[in-house]
């Protein structure tokens, strides 16, 4: 079966997950246009919960092959659910996500603790289709659904001392990573305002239009394409806005070799991973072909730079990597 | 002359009968180990091919076949305290099976590294050696087990005389290699590097009070 199907180009995967993808997609686009939401019931697609409101397609996706809901899905860096790109599957079901509220605090004028509906009501749901680069040196296509983090900064009315935005991931001490110190809990990350504000840095609630899994950092993770995955913070439960630089997860772990910017930058090298190449998961993995793909050039600022060099000029990316 | 010779027959086979077991035992032992060592590897293949190494076969079958070969290793440098403890000598003879099931793992290791990760790109390997420390760490204990396993046989054991056993010391700065290699590629989580990094000392520390004795 599989190997007609080969000879056919025809992957497996794309039958399952793609067809039902573009099916769905369709359906959405039509229930938007006639403005019904939650109505028209879906093709059912395993486990998944349907995001049941109209979801806008995005100028800013690629036009890429997307990566498998079950490669997107199943092969994580998620610490606190374990160390190993099983885990966070495994143990999903770990991670309690109702109820969930964000703390939102700091430098802004209507700070306070907004639950996950608060936090989301107000915003139209895009489909972004973002490359996502890990630092790791393998990379996906994943379609998003979220919408732009600046739209939530701006409700919130940050003052002129909000220099940076600081995030942290949930703490929940019988998740199997939190119990041992491989890096120390809350998973912090950071950006600086102006690359909190850029368009193309989303909130994601949501994954080929369905919510977003538990693994994937339910149910509410922060998207910054141009940066390593580890910068796109999962399960996040508090944004505040600072004067200072805030101190991130990976730079307090190893500072030499994870920096505050965290950029894709395939010209600075690393000593675990090259940055120069980076091997595409698919989901092709059926098969021995998986094993002779090669590896694609890494492009700088994972390919968006147009969009975001201006955001760095004159800094010497090396330093500040 | 015919009952005492009956005698030291029935002697004798009460001997080997009191003796069976043990030579049961120790006849099925090597099978029973090379079975055992062999099957992570057809599990693999059998996992290749039915494509369930999930979403990055290379890097599953990299890391795998790396940890094979550490486990392996260390296995077989556990033989020879076994060997004291437990005052038999079936332990020692496993030793060169385990160091060849040792090479043999981090052989298919780099193989899958140069061939499939690297596909033997020149540029690409060199860049890993000169920029990559755990590469490097790497390289060094895989260059220092090839002629370990290819001195392991009978003729070369004989051949090499005394030499033999101060080359095959080099097995302990292999081992030491491959935990630096380890503790250098791991990110964040250190916990199994360290353990193999324990089992490795102590196995060290054995030896020393041994030589010191
Ligand atoms: C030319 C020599 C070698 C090269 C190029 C090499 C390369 C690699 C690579 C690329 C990885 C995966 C890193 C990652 O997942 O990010 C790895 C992991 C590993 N290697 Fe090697 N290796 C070499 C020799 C060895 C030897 C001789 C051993 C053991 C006897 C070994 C044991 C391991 C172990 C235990 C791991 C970690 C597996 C894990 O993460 O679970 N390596 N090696």
Known sequence: ?321 | MRSSAGGSGMSSTVEALRRWPVLRWQSVIKPLVFTAAIIPFLFLLQALFSGSLGPNPIDELTDQTGTLAIRMLLISLALTPLRGLLKNTWPVKLRRMMGLFAFFYAFVHVSIYLLLDQQLDPAAIWEDLAERPYIMAGTVAFVILIPLAMTSTRGMVRRLGRRWASLHRGVYLAGAAVVVHYVWLAKGDLIEPFVYLAILMVLLGYRFVRLLR
């Open chain 1, 1 to 321: 079966m599989r190997d007609w199907m080969k000879m056919a180009g025809i992957r497996s995967s794309e039958i399952t997950d793609e067809k039902l993808f573009r099916q769905r997609r369709q359906l959405l686009q039509a229930s938007a246009a006639a403005g019904v939401t939650g109505l028209i019931a879906m093709p059912a697609m395993a486990e998944g919960k349907a995001l049941n409101q109209p979801i806008v397609k995005s100028s800013f996706s690629t036009d890429e092959e997307l990566s498998t809901k079950e490669t997107v899905t199943t092969y994580n860096n998620f610490y606190e659910l374990g160390t190993d790109k099983g885990d966070p599957v495994r143990y999903a079901d770990r991670l309690q996500t109702e109820p969930w509220s964000v703390t939102i605090d700091g430098e802004c004028a209507k700070p306070g603790v907004y639950t996950l509906e608060d936090v989301l009501k107000p915003h139209a749901i895009e489909e972004r289709i973002y490359r996502m680069r890990c630092v790791e040196a393998w990379s996906m296509v994943i379609p998003w659904n979220g919408f732009s983090l600046a739209d939530l900064i701006k409700r919130v009315e940050p003052n002129s001392r909000a220099k940076y935005v600081a995030f942290e991931t949930v703490v929940q001490d019988d998740l199997p990573g939190v119990k041992r110190n491989v890096l120390e809990w809350p998973y912090r990350e950071g950006l600086r305002m102006d690359e909190a504000l850029h368009p193309l840095t989303m909130l994601a609630m949501g994954i080929y239009g369905e919510e977003l899994p538990n693994q994937n950092g339910a149910p509410l993770r922060l998207v910054v394409p141009w940066k390593y995955g580890y910068k796109s913070i999962k399960s996040i439960v508090r944004i505040s806005f600072v004067e200072e630089q805030p101190v991130t997860s990976w730079n307090m772990s190893a500072p030499q070799e994870y920096g505050f910017y965290s950029n894709v930058n395939p010209e600075r090298s690393h000593p675990r991973w090259s940055q120069a190449r980076e091997r595409r998961l698919s989901g092709d993995t059926g098969g021995l072909s998986a094993l002779f793909a090669s590896k694609s050039d890494t492009l700088y600022m994972n390919g968006y730079a147009e969009q975001v060099a201006e955001l760095y000029q004159g800094m010497d990316l090396q330093k500040f990597h």
